[in-house]
Every structure is written in structure tokens, then in C-alpha cells.
């Protein structure tokens, strides 16, 4: 006979669970506890290793196994723009443009979504606060739309802006350090078109400050920013929290915090760690031989404040003239590419890894064994791999050049080729963020689309000319389809033993960390996780943080 919880069948005549998404979380755990739908399962054989847990599919020859995912590495990248040694095009035509940062709205069927924003001081317009947006074309060009005015503002130095992009909310938000005042301010810019935004308020976050930059966790209503500056008298780096309320858009500042008191002129930089639910403010020290240090910050939205984590230090290494970038990948890790003073100016990768409020540094590595200047980074989480952009120091009328490396848990490997050309002129800065396009880019905005997986390279030629080009990193296929997935492994096999398949209504208790009552999906690489990825492929539904309803 079929039950009914408040007029909702959730158990059929054949004692299996249904529409268990709109029932409470208290009703799906008694549920499963009851033992109903469980029991569900079939043998077949193993290809390949399965470990407890493991999501399963069911090949053509009739053996299982876990999803998994190949990644065809680009060795060097490729670009879109192969013509002029890889330049690229501009972006502010022959002005000169310095202070440049850029996002991407990773959006899908929103208004602008799927367009980079680059933001930037117009030198040549009496240092006019701008920004050009831009998106994929299926040629790996670029649609460059024209620069725009951002609120009427004029900003100072060459590292005058930075700018995020708040997922939820579908808008970028800007810091930047005005003219005149020295004053660091910020403002939401809001998609209003195909490629064009509205400017909010400005809101001051401190005056007599410089070299702003922000980061945001996407994860809160109220949302949560930090936004990092050096003091002008004593380079001292602070952040400040704030956040943006979405009903009103009204933007709330919190309390400064200290990172640094004093000698932080090498530069800094801010990530969000998205699995620790933590920002990283990493620097260079130039009172303490220019060594790289992080801190972790822990944002307490419900006061609108910071807490910061003890510093964690890189001392084998001497950073200066903020000739590092930053850049969050996963699983905790954030990666640095730097200059090292200490060894010939050689590029040199490390990967700091939170945890808690601390974390550690791994070696060091020599990513170029040359003289280089203004490093960029970006990351492709489509491959797990990291984009750098570097000057050849040292040698006049020289190039951008371009090195990638894929992620390890303690180390990265770079390319067997040598570092590709972007251009034959001069090189000058690089932008504060080199941003991934992911699986939502195309020639038509507001509507879903197929994904190229690029990295935005932004930098600047002799003349301080803005230019940009599309890095393609590689590809990436998996062996899970809409319609191949059949369930869970009841517990560890190797290759060609005989497994057990939890199927559709079996309740698999070897999970970790699930939210009661929420879905679950089956991840490219044969992982679960709580958003849909591509394919999109229901697992089952969390009774529990370690029980799996297996759909199936």
C-alpha cells in the first residue's frame, strides 16, 4: 500500500521512495532508518578500481566503474589570436591604460553573463576610471566592446584597480584608489545589457591609502567582501570587510584590520578560499628581505567583521615591486608565482594550503630559470591547471611570455615545451587577475551556452598600450553520460573482481558531509557534490551527512 505525508505519496506499492524532495528532512531520515527502499542492488564486474561509496556506471561490455576524467592538456597553450606573435588585441585602443584587473560573470542565461570585464586607468583621458567588456567569440577571438566611464571617477597609480564578480548576485564590484584623494573606494557595477553595466554608489573604504584589491566568498545574503590597501605613509597593509545587502544595494563597511603595520611595498594580493570558507591575503615584506608571507582571514558576516589568522611564512624566497600574483584553485590550495630575487629573478612557483586559520607553504619550484618581471596568474579548473604571464627581465624590447602547469597536492608540473610568445614590443605590467572563462562563454549573451574554457591574458605592450588574447590550457572528457549512471558501490573492489551496485531506492550509508534532505550529484571526475555538473546527473538525495537515497 503507498503512504502519503501530507498528501504527498512518498512510499509506492512497491516499497520504494518517491518525492522525497518535498518532504522535511525529519520525515526522509525516519524513512530511511524504517528501511524502506533499501535493498536495491546487482553484481556485476569491476573495471578499474572502486572504493566505497564510489558513484558507478555501467559500461557498453555490461562491467561498472567509477566516472572518471581525461584531461588533454595544450603543451604550450594556444591562443586566439595567433597572427602579430600572439598580441592579442587592445583594449583602450593607443591610451594608456594601466591598473589593470579583470572578471568574468560566470552566469548562465542572466543578463550579461558570459562576459569578462576588464577594469582600468585611462592615462591618456586624464585618468579616467574605465572598463571594456568583452566575450568569446567561436572563432577564440574576442568581441571587445569599447571602453566606458566608471561613475565620472579619475584614479591614480599603476595599480589603480581591482575587480570580483559576486555569482549569486550576478554583479562585479570594483575597488579602486581615486585621484587627488588617495582615496580607496569601491562600487557595485551591475549587468543592465548584452554587454553593458550601470555603476552604484561609491563607498569609501579609507583615505590615504593605495593599491586596492578585493575578493568576495559568493556564499551569503548579506554578501561578504574584504578589500586589501597599503597605508600611504608606512605601507602598512590593512583589509576592511563589507557588505552588500541585494533588496536595497546598499553597500556596509565594516571595522579595519591590521595585516602588516608597516614595509608591505612588494605588494599583496587576496583570494577566496572557497573550501575553507576563508580569504587569503598573501605579501611581500620589503623590511623583512622581501619575503613572501600569507595570512588567512575569517569573515564573521553576522558583524560585519574580520578575524586574522597567525602569519605564515616563505622565507626562501626575496619578492619585491609586486612581481608575484595569486590565485585560488582547490582542495585549499593557493598558488603563487613569483620573481625571486634570491634566485636570479627566476619564475618560482609555491602552493599554500589552509588550514584552520594558519596552514603551510609547500618548496619551492623553478617554473622558468630566467629574469622575469610583472607575473600574472589565472586558473583553469576545467583542467586544474594554472596560466602564468611573465615578463622577460632584463633585455630590452623584450615579450610577454606564457607558462602553464597543472595542480598537485603539494607541487605543480609545468610544461614539457618552453613558455609561449605574446608579442614582440616591449612588455610592461600585467593585470592584477587573469580569469576562466569555465563552460559559459559563446557569441550570444543571456542564454546558456557550450563551454571553450578560456583564460583571459591581460597585459600591457611598450607605450603602456592594453592588450588581451584567449589562452586555451587544454580539454577535458569524461566517461559519465545523461544516461549511464545506475548507482553506488556497496564497498571496495579492485579491477575485475565482482561488485556490489547499490541501484536505484538502495540507501548507501559510506558518505561524508551531506546536508540532510539536499541532492546530490554525480561530478565529472566520479566525485559527488551538492551543485549539478556537466552532464547533469542526480546521485540520489542526503538522508543523513553519511546515507545516500541513490536515485540511480
Not at 608540473?413 to 610568445?421: D, I, K, M, R, Y
Not at 610592461?428 to 576562466?436: D, I, L, T, Y
Not at 559563446?442 to 598600450?465: C, E, I, P, S
Amino acid at each position: 500500500m503507498a503512504i502519503k505525508v501530507g498528501g504527498t505519496e512518498v512510499v509506492d506499492n512497491n516499497r520504494q521512495l518517491k518525492n522525497i524532495a518535498s518532504v522535511d528532512a525529519t520525515t526522509v531520515a525516519a524513512l530511511g532508518t524504517a528501511g524502506v527502499g533499501g535493498g536495491n542492488s546487482f553484481d556485476a564486474t569491476a573495471s578499474g578500481a572502486l572504493a566505497n561509496g564510489d558513484p558507478v556506471i555501467i559500461n557498453a561490455n555490461g562491467t561498472v566503474s567509477k566516472p572518471a576524467l581525461t584531461v588533454s592538456a595544450n603543451d604550450p597553450a594556444t591562443f586566439g589570436y595567433s597572427s602579430n606573435s600572439n598580441q592579442g588585441t587592445t583594449i583602450n585602443g593607443t591610451g594608456q591604460t594601466q591598473g589593470l584587473s579583470a572578471a568574468y560573470n560566470s552566469n548562465s542565461g542572466t543578463t550579461g553573463a558570459g562576459a569578462f570585464l576588464v577594469t582600468f586607468r585611462d592615462a591618456s583621458a586624464s585618468d579616467a576610471l574605465k572598463g571594456n567588456m568583452m566575450t568569446i567569440r567561436t572563432d577564440g577571438e574576442l568581441n571587445v566592446e569599447g571602453e566606458f566611464s566608471i561613475g565620472g571617477e579619475t584614479v591614480e597609480g599603476s595599480r589603480a584597480t581591482d575587480v570580483c564578480f559576486n555569482e549569486p548576485l550576478n554583479i562585479f564590484f570594483i575597488a579602486y584608489r581615486k585621484k587627488a584623494s588617495d582615496t580607496v573606494s569601491v562600487r557595485a557595477l551591475t549587468p543592465n545589457g548584452a554587454r553593458t553595466i550601470s555603476g552604484g554608489s561609491a563607498y569609501t573604504i579609507k583615505t590615504d591609502t593605495l593599491a586596492p584589491r578585493i575578493a568576495t566568498d559568493n556564499n551569503n545574503d548579506p554578501y561578504n567582501f574584504v578589500v586589501t590597501f597599503l597605508e600611504s605613509n608606512n605601507s602598512a597593509l590593512m583589509a576592511k570587510p563589507f557588505q552588500y545587502n541585494s533588496s536595497n544595494g546598499v553597500i556596509t563597511v565594516g571595522s579595519e584590520v591590521t595585516i602588516e603595520s608597516s614595509s608591505c611595498a612588494g605588494g599583496h594580493h587576496i583570494v577566496y578560499d572557497s573550501t575553507n570558507d576563508k580569504f587569503i591575503v598573501t605579501y611581500a615584506n620589503t623590511g623583512d628581505n622581501k619575503n613572501i608571507k600569507t595570512k588567512v582571514i575569517t569573515f564573521d558576516g553576522s558583524g560585519n567583521s574580520l578575524s586574522v589568522g597567525s602569519e605564515v611564512e616563505l622565507s626562501s624566497v626575496s619578492v619585491g615591486d609586486f612581481n608575484f600574483g595569486t590565485v585560488f584553485t582547490t582542495s585549499g590550495k593557493t598558488v603563487i608565482a613569483m620573481k625571486d630575487e634570491d634566485n636570479s629573478n627566476y619564475l618560482t612557483t609555491a602552493i599554500f594550503t589552509t588550514s584552520g586559520t594558519g596552514g603551510s607553504f609547500s618548496s619551492t619550484q623553478v617554473a622558468v630559470s630566467q629574469d622575469v618581471d610583472n607575473v600574472s596568474i589565472g586558473y583553469d579548473d576545467n583542467t586544474n591547471r594554472v596560466g602564468i604571464a611573465f615578463k622577460n627581465g632584463g633585455v630590452t624590447n623584450t615579450v610577454t611570455n606564457f607558462t602553464t602547469a597543472s595542480v598537485g597536492a603539494s607541487s605543480l608540473t609545468f610544461q614539457s615545451s618552453s613558455p609561449a610568445s605574446l608579442g614582440t614590443t616591449n612588455s610592461e605590467k600585467g593585470s592584477a587577475r587573469m580569469p576562466f572563462s569555465g563552460t559559459n562563454v559563446g557569441t550570444t549573451l543571456d542564454t546558456a551556452r557550450t563551454g571553450d574554457n578560456k583564460l583571459l591574458v591581460v597585459f600591457t605592450t611598450q607605450g603602456d598600450y592594453g592588450r588581451v588574447n584567449i589562452a586555451n590550457l587544454g580539454s577535458t572528457s569524461t566517461s559519465l553520460t545523461s544516461t549511464n549512471y545506475i548507482g553506488i558501490s556497496d564497498a571496495a573492489y579492485s579491477d575485475g573482481q565482482t561488485a556490489t551496485v547499490q541501484t536505484m531506492g538502495a540507501i548507501d550509508d559510506a558518505q561524508s558531509s551531506l546536508t540532510p534532505a539536499a541532492k546530490q550529484y554525480v561530478q565529472k571526475d566520479g566525485t559527488i557534490g551538492s551543485s549539478a555538473s556537466t552532464p547533469s546527473v542526480e546521485a540520489g538525495l542526503a538522508l543523513s551527512a553519511t546515507k545516500l537515497l541513490v536515485k540511480g
